[in-house]
């Protein structure tokens, strides 16, 4: 190590003590994300146990014009955490902590670093729930769910990330602490600020502990596999079981015919509930806390629509075996790697132009070169899809741009997003101006300059 490297790390070691620091060498062993197999490039990585440990750090860093990436549980896809080997990486897993919850403001504490399943585990021993559900819950931080605004599974009943925060506390690139805990559901009183912490990527601030809503634990769920003869009727289907089922419908998961085989033939592990040569499958959730009746009225609302013509046949779930079974296949995204390396989308658009753009962006990707599978599924009821384009894995990067100039660019006609729930990161930067118009983005940089003046937090992110 260079002298320049030794007073970095004794400065930063002064600070958050000797095993809170890893040097260079010691967090390149470290991985750069969940899903990849390169090792973390940065000038060190800093583990603070304290909000005040952070806010010195980051004095430090403002002082001596020191770029950082602020990381989580590293589960993104986006890119958003990639660190240059000029960067210091902030790391939140010494600060985990659930630091209350209370059952009767139905709010929980908790220190950023977190990870997603044990607050949901500790909400439900209290016959509480938070709702915020994804794939990734074991690893991911909810201080990352914020900062990226996550969406996940729930979304058409709970909202995204950004409606489940009452309140944060940040820390700002100078170093200011903000406290913002607020724990109140209604509170008016002037802007408020948590909003541009959360979904703004570790690039106005650091969030180190939330303020989180609680709802009441659901007790019963009831699911079904719903096939359909056309597009036409997903929406009309959505909108029927919404209206009968009063507000408990939980989940709406759509898949393509293709996905639909993909994960129920082998070598997939998934057994088929329908015949598998519908073109259009859904999978719908509702929770709620009378067995009973929650059975009854679900089963009557499908009955109605099977009658209305509104689902071509159903499968219900009879058991919870039956509904892990039902949510394993919606999961089963890997099975797309049989084919080869996937270039993953996640773009959100209206409903009535849905089935147009699949079409029409199916089309153009089979005019590329080469044999493309090309899988679609995501959550419909939040106008959310994903699109797997499948490439031979040595031609991935040259094709890349291509799929996506084919993907982004059909979004564009309607002001289609993007980014539905990834966020920007670097991958969707050079698309942004489809989702958003030159005015919002000089607004983005107006409040970046003010926040962050220096650009020190997450450089080159987003735009
Ligand atoms: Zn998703």
């Not at 029927?240 to 009063?246: E, F, V």
């Not at 209305?308 to 919870?320: N, P, R, Y």
């Amino acid at each position: 190590m260079n002298s320049s490297e030794t007073t970095l790390i004794g400065n930063l070691r002064a600070i958050v003590g000797i095993d809170g620091v890893l040097d260079e060498t010691e967090t390149a062993g470290r991985s750069a994300g969940v899903w990849r197999p390169d090792g973390l490039k940065a000038r060190a990585l800093v583990r603070p146990r304290t909000t005040g440990q952070l806010a010195a750090v980051m004095r430090y860093c403002h002082t001596h014009d020191q770029t950082v990436v602020t990381h989580g549980g590293l589960t993104g896809l986006v890119h958003g955490a990639d660190t240059r080997p000029e960067d210091i990486v902030i790391s939140l897993e010494r600060m985990r902590a659930i630091e209350r919850i209370d059952p009767i403001q139905r709010i929980a504490q908790v220190e950023a670093g977190a990870t997603l399943q044990s607050i949901q585990e500790a909400a439900e021993a209290l016959d509480l729930c938070f709702p915020l559900d994804l794939g990734a819950r074991g690893s991911a931080s909810i201080g990352g769910n914020a900062a990226t605004n996550a969406g996940g599974n729930r979304v058409i009943r709970y909202g995204m990330a950004r409606d489940m925060v009452l309140g944060v506390e940040v820390v700002l690139a100078d170093g200011t602490i903000i406290p913002a805990l607020n724990q109140l559901i209604k509170n008016n009183a002037g802007y408020d600020l948590k909003h541009l912490f959360i979904g703004s990527e570790g690039t106005l601030g650091i969030i180190t502990r939330l303020v989180l809503r609680l709802r009441e634990r659901p007790t019963t769920t009831n699911m079904a596999f719903a096939a359909f003869d056309n597009f036409e009727q997903i929406p009309q289907f959505l909108k029927h079981m919404d209206r009968a089922l009063g507000g408990s419908l939980s989940a709406f998961e759509v898949m393509w015919q293709d996905f639909y085989q993909l994960v129920t033939r082998p070598p997939a592990k998934g057994q088929p509930p329908l015949a598998q040569n519908y073109p259009f499958y859904a999978l719908l959730e509702s929770q709620g806390a009378d067995r009973e009746f929650d059975t009854l009225r679900f089963n009557n609302a499908l009955e109605t629509a099977f009658e209305g013509e509104l689902i071509a046949d159903a499968a219900v779930a009879q058991s919870d075996a039956d509904c892990q079974a039902f949510w394993a296949l919606r999961d089963d995204v890997e099975q797309v790697m049989q084919f080869g390396r996937p270039v993953i989308f996640d773009i959100s658009l209206p409903l009535g132009e849905m089935e147009s753009y699949a079409t029409r962006v199916s089309q153009q990707l089979r005019e590329l070169p080469g044999e493309m599978p090309v899988f679609i599924f995501g959550h419909l009821g939040d106008g959310n899809l994903h699109l797997a384009v499948v490439t031979p894995p040595a031609e991935n990067a040259a094709l890349r741009p291509k799929i996506e100039a084919v993907v982004y660019g059909g979004l564009a006609a309607f002001r289609g997003s993007v980014s539905a729930e990834h966020g920007v990161g670097l991958e969707k930067k050079p698309w942004l101006s489809i989702s958003r118009s030159a005015e919002e983005i000089a607004l983005m940089r107006t409040v970046k300059n003010a926040l962050d003046p220096k650009g020190l937090l997450n450089p080159g992110k987003i735009f």
